[in-house]
């Protein structure tokens, strides 16, 4: 039997290779871009088109390559970095395995222009699928100059797996910015397209985290230090009101390599407990410095897991210091350091408010043991509550329907009372037709008299369903109805999110938006759905809260882009707990719902009626 095992060839070698560590444009960005730090560069620029599918060109004036070292650099496991096996636990560079490179060059077609300080001519090198083309002298600038053209070319299953140009330029702007935040001495630039993205110029770490996510994070920032004998620890973490429903803007680096760690986000998240509702997620941009020996960076092919050998310490340190952040942060003064700020009415010429004491109302002329007691009317029983009630807030009134409604349920014989035309709730009664029936109870439910007993209905819930539906019709026939804006409105994004809102773009104005681009990550909002033209909407703010909602759906469920969308869209303008309705607005709600293909769940899949029967009551007072 003859012998059956053989060595692959370099060029099938590279492309199994190639599976590992180029995985989609963007990693070939990380890697050009992680090799351009690793030469010293101080200023770097990123070109891209078409998503990094037709070009990704990096332009460095780093130290250049010599004639040799340029043809040696395409060489499986060619490195400059390593020497013998110890070294792998000393490094303090990006790059070390020499697979990058090679491993581009089987997938794509590849020119490299690389020129040292000291010499007068660079070199030029051509390279297509593992093959070189050639290479000769040219005059070039210092440092190197490489550009990807025609990713996948060679392997088309490879290219047809490849998402859409605006979700592939989301992950190559994600790499790009963390590699321009773990670096913020090196100037960087990105072009996709001929469009200037970024234009960072060298800065420190603060003023690099404002230029990559917007000038309004400056307020946003609290910086954290702390220096042990295990880590060095240094950042910015978010302040807890500026926290977001998604994950995006949260960073760990260790040794200045970028990392995804579940155990010492756990250890941030920890940090912010009771700070922050459940599905809300700090903003952080941590830095731990530690020694290599401590840590194994080689555990994975993008480099981007790490191992410790003191993990543990490193948690408690982590959270240890970021309580102590936001301590700091929560006993500062708000307004003045040299004024306590309980005393600030007391310095002030305005006279002080007048205490007024509490009362109690009565009637002088009530008699209990009259024979003929008139019924009291509604406006009698809510006359008995004191004027200045408040429910707490002291500017909150108790409702004179909703008091009617509960004096009027407590009166009337269900027994006597004929069905509404309306359809029948999950359990198969149906409502009074007396809408004064209807009440709300803490601003949160409303309470309605059915024959068998009482129904409770979750306000929020209900509205997001009934806004889901209509939003998901809106997005099947494209037919969303647009009320125009009198003032329009600009929303300026970050570049990722930006990318976001053009790909959604279409299917936002089928839910009746009328929006159209303006300029570098900038768009104008000329009209929203009629369905929120009641009440004072802030378009922005809504549009801001459509595009984060939809990143939290799709992260969260993994919905498609049009259910997202709708259900993000849905949460945002729902009516919230807290809002007082009136009747004609209880009753229509209560009318759309049981319109709705589902009224029993909430988009969430949780009740959005109750049903308690006269039975389960009775069983409460003992009947």
Not at 30 to 57: F, H, M, R, T, Y
Not at 129 to 145: D, I, Y
Not at 247 to 258: H, L, S
Not at 261 to 276: C, I, M, P, Q, W
Request: glycine letters at 6%; one cysteine or more.
């Amino acid at each position: 039997m003859s012998d059956i095992i053989q060595l692959l060839p370099d060029s099938v070698a590279n492309q199994i290779a190639a599976g590992e560590v180029v995985q989609r444009p963007a990693s070939a960005v990380k890697e050009l871009l992680e090799n351009a730090i690793d030469a010293g560069a101080n200023k770097i620029q990123l070109l891209v088109k078409d998503a990094g599918k037709a070009l990704i060109q990096v332009i460095d004036n780093g130290c250049g390559m010599s004639v040799t070292d340029a043809r040696m650099c395409f060489e499986r496991h060619a490195t400059s970095k390593v020497r013998k096996a110890e070294d792998l636990f000393a490094i303090r560079t990006m790059g070390f395995r020499g697979e990058a490179m090679a491993s581009i060059a089987a997938i794509a077609q590849v020119e490299m222009k690389t020129r040292k300080h000291d010499e007068e001519l660079g070199t030029v090198i051509e390279i297509e699928g593992s093959v070189f083309v050639k290479q000769e002298p040219v005059a070039c600038s210092e440092g190197t100059s490489i550009s990807i053209k025609n990713l996948f070319y060679n392997t088309p299953a490879r290219r047809n797996f490849l998402k859409s140009n605006p979700a592939e330029m989301r992950h190559i702007i994600d790499e790009f910015q963390r590699i321009s935040l773990a670096h913020p001495s090196i100037a960087f630039s990105l072009h996709h397209d001929g469009v200037e993205i970024y234009r960072l110029p060298a800065s420190v770490l603060k003023q690099r985290i404002v230029h990559l996510f917007g000038n309004n994070y400056n307020e946003r920032l609290i910086p954290v230090e702390e220096e042990t004998s295990i880590i060095n620890l240094k950042g910015y973490i978010g302040k807890p009101e500026f926290a977001k429903k998604t994950r995006g803007e949260q960073f760990f680096f260790v040794n200045n390599r970028f990392i995804k760690d579940a155990y010492l986000n756990h250890a941030v998240n920890k940090a912010y407990e009771e700070l922050l509702a459940d599905d809300h997620f700090p903003l952080y941009v941590l830095f731990i410095d530690i020694d290599p020996a401590n840590i194994d960076v080689n555990v994975h092919p993008t480099k981007t897991e790490i191992k410790y050998l003191d993990e543990k310490s490193i948690y408690a340190i982590l959270h240890s210091a970021i309580k102590r952040s936001l301590g700091r942060f929560n006993i500062s003064p708000t307004i003045d350091f040299d004024q306590e700020t309980g005393f600030s009415n007391m310095i002030t010429h305005k006279a002080p408010e007048e205490i007024v004491p509490p009362s109690i109302s009565f009637n002088p002329d009530f008699n209990p043991f009259a024979e003929d007691k008139p019924s009291p009317s509604r406006d009698a029983a809510y006359a008995s509550f004191p004027k200045s009630y408040g429910g707490g807030g002291g500017n909150i009134k108790p409702s004179t329907k909703n008091w009617g409604s509960l004096y009027e349920i407590a009166n009337h014989n269900p027994e006597t009372q004929s069905a509404l035309d309306l359809p029948a709730d999950p359990a198969g009664h149906q409502f009074s037709p007396v809408q004064k029936q209807l009440m709300q109870l803490h601003n949160r439910y409303i309470i309605s008299q059915i024959k068998s007993g009482l129904m409770l209905i979750d306000q929020q819930a209900a509205h997001e369903r009934i806004l889901y539906e209509r939003f998901t019709l809106h997005l099947e026939d494209r037919k969303g109805a647009s009320q125009q804006s009198l003032f329009p409105q600009t929303v300026t994004l970050s570049p990722n999110d930006y990318e976001l809102a053009k790909s959604l773009l279409e299917d936002i104005k089928s839910l009746g938006f009328e929006v159209r681009e303006f300029g570098k990550n900038t768009l104008v909002i000329e009209g929203i759905p009629v369905d929120l033209g009641g009440g004072n909407i802030n378009e922005t703010q809504l549009f801001e809260h459509l595009i984060e909602g939809f990143k939290n759906s799709q992260q969260e469920l993994k919905l498609d882009k049009r259910d997202a969308l709708a259900r993000s869209m849905a949460r945002n303008s729902a009516i919230k707990n807290g809002t007082v309705l009136g009747q004609e607005e209880m009753n229509t709600l209560i009318e759309q719902l049981f319109a709705c293909k589902t009224p029993n769940f909430s988009i969430s899949g949780k009740p959005v009626i109750q049903t308690i029967g006269l039975a389960e009551l009775d069983k409460k007072f003992d009947k």
